[in-house]
């Protein structure tokens, strides 16, 4: 087998982007789509470390990927807090389909 | 050389005032004065013109023999370019010949129809229409040139429409006409591509712009196309300077060997002529009008069908004489079809009961004889079988004529018989003619016919196998076919006893009074048996104008003929044969004469023989067959109505539907595209004022209402619109640049 | 050698746990898988010779927003089945397109000249380049995170503190409208 | 070459009838204010004056006739002077070889028609079409005359333009208001059509004048471009439309050619335009269709003659062989459609039109015969259609129906008027001795040298004439009485007139024609002489 380069990482890390995509589309659970949030986050902090790997250990791509875990951190957070706020107000109800009070 | 002879416009003149004076004045007169008042001047116009004939003969007598030309010009009919047909009338001894036997049988015809048409309420209305024939058939035959006889030779056509169809009342008369003029414009129309082909052929070649001769001599500029370069006859329609021009060597060879579609001009011309001639004396392809031509009273059969008009064909192949010989190809063309068509009509003749029928098929026979003689080169033999045939034809027909009348309008031999004791007179001259027609020696028809049949078997220039041989075979059996038909019909009608009991075979001449008490036939009155009488005797005495020369007695006719035709006579060849070989065939001819009476008379001698009708009511198949086929005319009739007439009738549907439908549909087609566009025209007009206000009022709201269907409040179509749209950016991003 | 084995071992581990988040129909067996495919990225990350990011990764994903996951999932799934209605028109769109994406970012994939130098030397260990980044090149960033940090913390206790005010639970649409109002 | 003779008989001519109009219309205004007329009397004063008019116009044709010299290829009777001074347009009328019998046909035909739409001696019952508003249709009739004397005068190309468009105007009213059943459409389709023709004359016509060289007007100023016909036929011939200036690609001439011919071609009518005729004759009351078919359809071949063959030489020769195309196509092809038409007028309307064809085939041969045959034709079918039309008029005064196979046996009811009704069908069908036979003779021998199987082809026309003809007069006349039309009664004195004096006309010239061609021989020899010197 080839020696593995960048490209088997990336084409990794798209197949992790597009898989979360399809979760984030595809389920009816809030929180399903917050995991479907968390795969392509990885999927980029995965991309960042294969370039900070693959360009002679620069190590900005490190640091990118580290504040990409962070953030993301961050952001299941708040969603979390909206979907408990969701859950209280919505008789038990979490569907997104449901949550279509905004429409025009 | 010609010499002036005014009179001789008086002869077709003097009909042509008989003809107008019977058609606008006629009907107050015969009102007022009687049937006096009709006919008498109806036949002393004829008269007249017949007495201005002897005097052109006496004058013609009175000329050295080879100026004999009387000519009368009236005025410039066409002078146009180097085109000079002129109206003026000529009488050479052709045309004396011609003009003699019309004018004398005319008048004769003219006289006999008094009788024959006493009781007919429009008695006007039929001497005008024969005067009016006289005088066509006179311009026809006086013609100086091809226009005035065209003139004459569809003004012919005319008065046979109009006086075959005389009982109108009639459909099938109607129709008989109708077919019979339709029949000869055909025939016309060969004849006028005949002459724009001599005519194209004569004249030069626009040579840049100036009117070259052939002979190379270039008149120039239009100013000098005039009259006097017409005299010059570079191409001219008057048979004298045609004439002229053929005699001219040079001029002769590259006409000859000028080709047209990969025929050689003089061919073309011939032939074509030739199927005018066809049209109007009634050949082979173009007979059909002439039976259904009977359907006229009897003196129009006698006068028109048999003795003038129909010759009119044998007269102009004869006028054109130097056309026909030059071209072998031509006059065994025109031979061929002579022969096939006497064979053709006398075996129809066979098994007809018409009266009349019968003798028109003899006529279409006789004729294909005339045409045999034309075709060979002896024209004057032509012409004198015309004279003779003119005689006995019109005797027959004028005696069928008063059989008719005598067993009221009874047309059906097999409602006839035993006349003889009944009508004395016009038994014994409808014998004499019978025994003309058959070729008897001593009767008109023998010398002219066995000339005929002469001249055929020692032509020269035929290119059949046998040459003239081949031509005489079938000119004899048609000969003894016309005797075995002849005497058929006058044993049929004349011997035995009177079968027609069942008075009106039937009756369509509703309006006929009837002639003496009803059934038992009677004899004709005097004015039409004295007609027959001279008839009778003149297809006796007729012979003596053409003895052989085998039997070294003066020939008049042919001394008389002949400066017309020394034109062609070099290239008339003989087959040279002993002198003995002459006198069997006159005695062969007269043992086929004999051979056929006796047939007939053993047949129908007094109508006992049983043969007849066992032969009608054979149970043998072939028998049968054969018997039907001649009987229907060989169904020739229904072959052209199934053909010619059914394509044309379908081609014409075709063309009026097409015009309705597709050019008609077009101009209305462009006419609602007009109105299409104007109705949208409008309504983008309309449009386009208040439609920019409201148009975009509609496309914000129509916009806005498909807009809102994306704002559905569900993220997962947020998201999903997202993602497409983020690919399609890239896509696009990608794809541009 | 190892290498290589190692890489695909990973890759199959986070392929089939996205794989299981993405098309499970339990939402609790998904929250497992995400468990397996995070424990995956580690392994990559390893193989990165990024041990400082897999350690964190470990420690926050794993530690922190997966547990934080299934503690959602816990209170607010009643063991309801997952009721799919319709899913099969919208979520068959919708993998057609993810499809169309993959298939679109395979190809850039392959086709783009990366800039990188294929060669595998060994690196060290980066967690002291990573801090001296940090607090040299990156010092302004990793202030603001902590912010967020702050701020995100605030933020999802003000959203879900709201519980215990009104207990009266009417859900329906007022409800939402007054709470909006008040927020 | 051009005889100053400044006569203004050609002005009277064409004018006079406008006078007689706006008598008329003056009558009928006076008339509306005082009421001082009643309706009959109104009328019958309306048709003296159109009547008196149209014979003073006959007259002065005739006299133009007796002093108007043959042999002289020039214009004559020119009445010649600048009219509109910066668009280089004069007056100038003429006359000369090739319109002279034009004209006298015209103020012949016009006293016919006007004769027929003058109901006085006739025994024709009530309601007779020309008791509806007869001022108006007289007006209309005298407008339409000067339009048609306009025409056939007319030698500046503007001028002619504008009689073109004069003459179409009073013949749409004149079909569309006094018309048969479906008027309206067939009067809508005969302006759109011959207007359609028209638009495009007028582009030739500005294209012809833009590329015509420098002349000099009337008053001796030299000007740019000129209307002149004669000025444009010398540049024509010199060549100098051939080698002006190609329009999109296409040679000038040949170009200008087919514009006129196609605005011509509509109003002879040639085979693809013809559809409008039978429509408008059917529809038509009887004198309008004798105008119709004895003047109108004229105009069409005389343009041809005057622009396309004088002033565009070498692209007539280029298009003759079309040109004889279509006219064996007219020939033939109407022939064949006449056979199958139900309806008299119909089927004389298509008789018409296979008729005209000879006239193109002749004009395409170029010979000497041929086209002195195409003008003769041009002139006898003038006298035989009108005859032909009024004896469809008559029957159908009578009978109210033109349906061919519902008459029969009508010779013995009606005989006089079978013997007229012969001697024009028999004139029609080309019988030596009429007038039809001498054009048709002429264009056959003439255009034989030229186009050999076209000419053989026309010529089966000779035989499918006859028998449609033929035909239609044993369904018609002969055969049993129809009892339906036992009533009818025979010609009264105002058809005999009409009907005896055209068929005297008809057999005067069918054995002297001498007079006619005396008038255009030179002339046309001169024409066909020139077109085989640009060859």
Same mark, same amino acid.
């Given at each position: ?26 389920? @009816? ?40 875990? +962070? ?16 859950? @209280? ?16 | ?74 005025? !410039? &009919? ?15 001894? $052709? ?5 003699? +036997? ?85 025939? !016309? ?18 040579? !840049? ?96 069908? /048999? ?46 009961? !018409? ?31 015309? =004279? ?52 008897? *020696? ?30 005489? +075979? %079938? ?52 004015? =039409? ?31 008389? $003929? ?5 034109? #062609? ?32 008379? &053993? ?135 | =050698? ?138 302004? *960033?990793?202030?603001?995170? #902590? ?37 | ?141 005298? $407008? ?22 004069? %003459? ?13 059943? @479906? ?136 298009? /003759? ?49 041929? %086209? ?81 199987? =076209? ?15 033929? &035909? ?16 009818? &009664? ?29 008038? %255009? ?15």
């Amino acid at each position: 087998m080839a020696t593995i380069g960048a490209v088997h990482f990336l084409i990794l890390a798209a197949a992790m982007f597009c898989l979360g995509l399809y979760c984030l589309m595809g389920r @009816r659970n809030a929180i399903g789509l917050l995991m479907g949030i968390e795969l392509i986050v990885n999927a980029a902090n995965i991309n960042f470390a294969t370039f900070a790997h693959y360009r002679g250990g620069e190590v900005d791509g490190y640091i990118f990927s580290l504040f990409g875990i +962070v953030l993301a951190a961050i952001g299941v957070t708040i969603a979390l807090a909206i979907v408990f706020a969701l859950y @209280r107000n919505f008789n038990k109800n979490i569907e997104v389909d449901e949550v279509s009070i905004l429409r025009g | 050389m010609t010499t002036e002879f005014p009179l001789l416009t008086i002869i077709p003149l003097a009909p042509l005032i008989g003809a107008a004076y019977n058609a606008l004045a006629g009907y107050k007169m015969q009102k007022r004065f009687g049937h006096a008042a009709v006919h008498y001047p109806a036949i002393i116009m004829p008269a007249i013109s017949f007495l201005i004939t002897l005097m052109a003969f006496f004058k013609l007598l009175s000329l050295p023999a080879n100026e004999r030309v009387l000519i009368a010009t009236l005025w !410039d &009919w066409m002078p146009i370019g180097f085109l000079d047909a002129q109206f003026s009338f000529v009488m050479d001894q $052709l045309t004396l010949v011609m003009c003699s +036997v019309v004018t004398f049988v005319g008048t004769l015809i003219h006289i006999y129809s008094v009788g024959y048409m006493h009781e007919e309420p429009s008695y006007w209305r039929f001497f005008s229409y024969l005067n009016l024939f006289m005088f066509s058939m006179l311009v026809l035959v006086l013609g100086d040139n091809f226009v005035v006889m065209f003139v004459g030779w569809e003004g012919v056509g005319l008065c046979s429409y109009l006086l075959i169809s005389f009982w109108y009342h009639e459909k099938k008369n109607a129709v008989a006409g109708m077919k019979a003029f339709v029949v000869n414009r055909v025939g !016309d129309f060969g004849f006028v591509i005949g002459l724009m082909l001599l005519f194209w052929g004569m004249q030069g070649e626009w040579v !840049d712009g100036k009117f070259a001769d052939i002979e190379g001599s270039n008149l120039s500029t239009a100013s000098e196309i005039t009259h006097e370069m017409a005299a010059a006859k570079v191409a001219s329609v008057t048979f004298r300077h045609v004439a002229e021009r053929f005699e001219n060597k040079e001029f002769k060879e590259r006409f000859l060997n000028r080709k047209v579609f990969g025929i050689s001009l003089i061919t073309l011309i011939g032939i074509f002529l030739f199927v005018g001639a066809m049209g109007k004396s009634a050949q082979i392809p173009l007979y059909v009008w002439l039976p259904d031509a009977m359907a006229g009273p009897t003196p129009v059969s006698a006068l028109i069908h /048999a003795a003038t008009m129909v010759t009119a064909g044998v007269y102009m192949v004869a006028r054109l004489h130097f056309i026909f010989a030059l071209d072998p190809f031509l006059m065994s063309w025109v031979t061929f079809v002579g022969a096939l068509t006497a064979l053709f009509a006398a075996s129809i003749g066979f098994f007809q009961y !018409d009266i009349k029928k019968v003798l028109a098929y003899s006529t279409v026979s006789q004729l294909g004889f005339m045409f045999i003689a034309v075709g060979v080169g002896a024209y004057w033999v032509g012409i004198f079988h015309l =004279m003779t045939h003119a005689f006995f034809k019109a005797c027959l027909f004028l005696g069928s004529g008063s059989v008719i009348m005598g067993c009221h309008h009874e047309q059906d031999m097999r409602k006839m018989g035993g006349l003889k004791k009944y009508m004395p007179i016009t038994a014994t001259t409808y014998l004499v003619a019978c025994w003309a027609i058959a070729g008897f *020696p001593f009767a008109a028809g023998f010398y002219s016919k066995d000339e005929i049949l002469w001249k055929a078997f020692s032509s020269g220039n035929l290119l059949f196998p046998g040459g003239g041989i081949f031509i005489w +075979v %079938m000119g004899a059996v048609a000969a003894l076919g016309t005797a075995f038909y002849m005497y058929r019909s006058y044993y049929m009608t004349f011997t035995g006893e009177y079968r027609g009991g069942g008075g009106h075979h039937e009756d369509h001449h509703a309006d006929h009074g009837h002639y003496g008490h009803a059934h038992t036939p009677h004899e004709s009155p005097n004015n =039409m048996t004295y007609v027959l009488a001279i008839l009778g005797f003149l297809s006796v005495v007729g012979g003596f104008l053409g003895l052989p020369h085998l039997w070294h007695l003066p020939n008049l006719l042919h001394h008389w $003929l002949e400066p017309v035709f020394e034109g #062609s006579v070099n290239y008339i060849t003989a087959a040279h044969f002993p002198h003995i070989m002459e006198w069997i065939l006159m005695g062969l001819s007269v043992f086929l004469a004999t051979a056929g009476w006796l047939v007939a008379r &053993w047949l129908y001698l007094d109508n006992k023989n049983p043969l007849p009708a066992k032969i009608l009511a054979s149970k043998n198949q072939l028998v049968r067959k054969v018997h039907d086929v001649v009987s229907n005319k060989y169904y020739v009739d229904e072959l052209y109505d199934a053909t010619i007439i059914k394509g044309v009738m379908q081609f014409r549907l075709l063309c009026d539907w097409c015009d309705r439908k597709i050019v008609d549909a077009l101009v209305n087609l462009v006419g609602t595209v007009g109105k299409v566009v104007g109705f949208f025209h409008g309504r983008v007009d309309s449009g386009v004022v208040d439609g920019a206000v409201n148009g975009t009022g509609w496309m914000v709201v129509s916009g806005g209402a498909i807009l809102s269907l994306i704002q559905n409040g569900k993220i997962r179509s947020y998201i999903y619109i997202t993602v497409v749209a983020m690919f399609g950016l890239i896509l696009i991003n990608y794809i541009k640049f | =050698m190892a290498f290589t084995v190692m890489f695909y071992c990973a890759a199959l581990f986070t392929l089939y746990g996205a794989a299981m988040v993405a098309f499970s129909k339990n939402i609790i067996y998904s929250a497992f898988s995400l468990l397996i495919s995070f424990i995956g990225v580690v392994v990559i990350y390893a193989l990165l010779d990024a041990d400082f990011l897999a350690i964190a990764q470990l420690v926050l994903y794993v530690g922190g927003i997966l547990v934080l996951i299934l503690f959602a999932i816990m209170l607010t799934n009643k063991i309801s089945n997952a009721s799919s209605s319709n899913p099969s028109r919208s979520q068959f769109l919708s993998f057609v397109t993810v499809l169309v994406i993959f298939v679109g970012l395979f190809f850039t994939i392959i086709k783009a000249p990366w800039q990188v130098s294929a060669g595998t030397q060994e690196l060290g260990p980066i967690t002291d380049s990573i801090g001296d980044a940090l607090l040299t090149k990156y010092l302004l *960033p990793f202030e603001i995170v #902590s912010v967020l940090l702050l701020v995100g913390l605030i933020g999802a206790v003000v959203i879900a503190r709201k519980e215990n005010i009104e207990k009266a639970g009417n859900t329906n649409l007022s409800a939402t409208s007054e709470q909006g109002r008040s927020l | 070459m051009d005889l100053q003779t400044n006569s203004t008989l050609l002005s009277w001519m064409t004018f006079s009838p406008l006078i007689g109009a706006a008598l008329i219309i003056g009558l009928s205004l006076i008339n509306y204010v005082c009421k001082c007329f009643s309706k009959t009397v109104m009328d019958n004063l309306s048709r003296a004056i159109a009547v008196l008019n149209v014979l003073a116009v006959f007259m002065m044709s005739v006299a133009l006739y007796l002093s108007f010299d043959g042999n002289s290829t020039g214009l004559q009777f020119i009445h010649h002077f600048v009219w509109i001074k910066d668009f280089n347009i004069e007056y100038f009328l003429a006359v000369d070889g090739i319109s002279i019998t034009m004209v006298l046909l015209t103020g012949l035909v016009s006293l016919i028609a006007i004769i027929a739409s003058v109901p006085w001696l006739s025994k024709i019952d009530g309601h007779h079409f020309t008791d509806k508003n007869v001022p108006g249709y007289m007006v209309m009739f005298l $407008l339409l005359e000067t339009g048609m004397m306009g025409t056939f005068c007319a030698m500046d190309f503007f001028l002619f333009y504008i009689f073109w468009e004069i %003459m179409l105007l009073p013949m749409y009213f004149l079909i569309g208001i006094w018309g048969g059943p @479906r008027k309206e459409y067939a009067a809508i389709k005969f302006f759109l059509y011959t207007l359609a023709g028209s638009v495009l004359m007028l582009l030739c016509m500005i294209g012809i004048y833009f590329a015509s060289g420098p002349a000099t007007l009337v008053d001796g100023t030299s000007v740019p471009h000129t209307f002149n016909i004669m000025a444009l036929s010398a540049m024509g011939q010199a060549g100098l439309f051939a080698n002006s200036a190609p329009i999109l690609g296409v040679a000038f001439s040949k170009l200008m050619f087919i514009g006129l011919f196609i605005g011509f071609a509509i109003k002879v009518p040639m085979f693809p335009f013809h559809t409008w005729l039978p429509d408008a004759h059917v529809e038509a009351p009887t004198p309008i269709s004798v105008i119709l078919a004895g003047v109108l359809l004229k105009m069409g071949t005389y343009g041809m003659l005057r622009f396309n063959f004088q002033m565009l030489p070498d692209a007539a020769i280029w298009a /003759a062989t079309g040109i004889a195309i279509f006219g064996t196509i007219n020939i033939v092809y109407a022939a064949f459609v006449c056979l199958a038409q139900k309806d008299l007028k119909k089927m004389i309307a298509y008789s018409s039109v296979s008729h005209m064809g000879f006239v193109l085939l002749g004009m395409a041969a170029m010979t000497p015969q041929s %086209m002195v045959g195409a003008v003769f034709q041009m002139f006898s079918h003038g006298l035989v259609s009108p005859m032909l039309f009024l004896v469809a008029g008559v029957i159908y005064d009578r009978a109210h129906t033109r349906d061919i196979e519902g008459f029969g046996g009508l010779a013995k009811q009606v005989p006089e008027y079978t013997g007229i009704m012969g001697l024009a069908f028999m004139a029609s069908l080309g019988l030596p001795g009429l007038a039809g036979f001498i054009g048709e003779f002429l264009v056959f021998l003439g255009s034989f040298g030229t186009f050999r199987i =076209m000419t053989i082809i026309a010529a089966t026309s000779v035989v499918i004439t006859a028998a449609y003809y033929l &035909w239609t007069i044993q369904r018609m006349f002969l055969g049993k009485l129809n009892e339906k039309w036992s009533k009818l &009664w025979d010609m009264d004195w105002r058809e005999r007139s009409m009907l005896y004096s055209l068929g005297v006309l008809v057999i005067f010239f069918g054995f002297y024609p001498l007079p006619v061609f005396k008038l %255009m021989n030179t002339s046309l020899i001169a024409l066909v002489e020139m077109m085989r010197g640009i060859q």
